[in-house]
């Protein structure tokens, strides 16, 4: 008799869950013709983005913590290449100095710290030596940008930019704004998001 009312518990069980199931998917593909379904990247590390900021949201006023260091966005650019898109963060740094946070997903999100730099050679060759590490021309292109809150650079336009990466995957950029001629160079340390703290300012 016991082993009856198990086996009846246990059919009613998978009853429930199928029917929750069906219920489910019923309700998904609902949405999906109403077009009110986002498929989401089940790899998100959205625990991360909770509690330490995500950095696709900054914007100027922002601070953020890494590797020691309290910055300020003081300006962003939203640059965009065919439908590739990316952000890049002017950092207040008081030195007279340019830094930059760049913030990209390629598909997984990268970010970059850079540091102007100066007497870097000139860009074009597929390898550059410099400060005694050998770079490899990874992309070049033109990308078109609008600005926001302060850079210094006019509210649209456009750069040329050449990106070299390192054996030890350190970066070296030069960019070209508005086709002068003139390339801006900087050096980049890679940060992983688990090394950054971000203190959004304003909803």
């Known amino acids: 008799m016991l082993e009856f009312l198990l086996t009846l518990l246990c059919l009613g069980l998978v009853a429930v869950i199928a029917v929750v199931a069906y219920r489910y ?37 922002d601070i953020f913590d890494t590797h020691g260091e309290t910055l300020t966005v003081r300006g962003s650019l939203r640059l965009s290449e065919g439908g590739y898109r990316w952000s890049e963060h002017l950092i207040d740094t008081g030195t007279g100095i340019k830094r930059w946070l760049s913030v990209e997903e390629d598909p997984d999100l990268e970010l970059v710290l850079w540091t102007e730099v100066k007497g870097a050679p000139m860009p074009g060759p597929g390898q550059i030596e410099y400060d005694g590490k050998s770079y490899r021309l990874e992309e070049t292109g033109r990308a078109n940008y609008t600005s926001e809150a302060t850079t210094g650079l006019d509210p649209r336009g456009s750069v040329q930019y050449h990106d070299y990466r390192a054996s ?14 003139k390339h801006e160079a900087a050096v980049g340390l890679v940060i992983q998001h688990h090394e950054i703290v971000i203190y959004p300012q304003t909803p």
């Open 25 to 61: 998917y019923r309700k998904r593909k609902e949405k999906e013709q109403r077009g009110g379904y986002t498929p989401t990247d089940p790899f998100a590390d959205s625990d991360t983005s909770a509690l330490r900021g995500d950095p696709r949201a900054l914007k100027a006023g």
């Open 168 to 181: 030890d995957d350190s970066r070296l950029s030069f960019e070209d704004f508005g086709g002068t001629g």
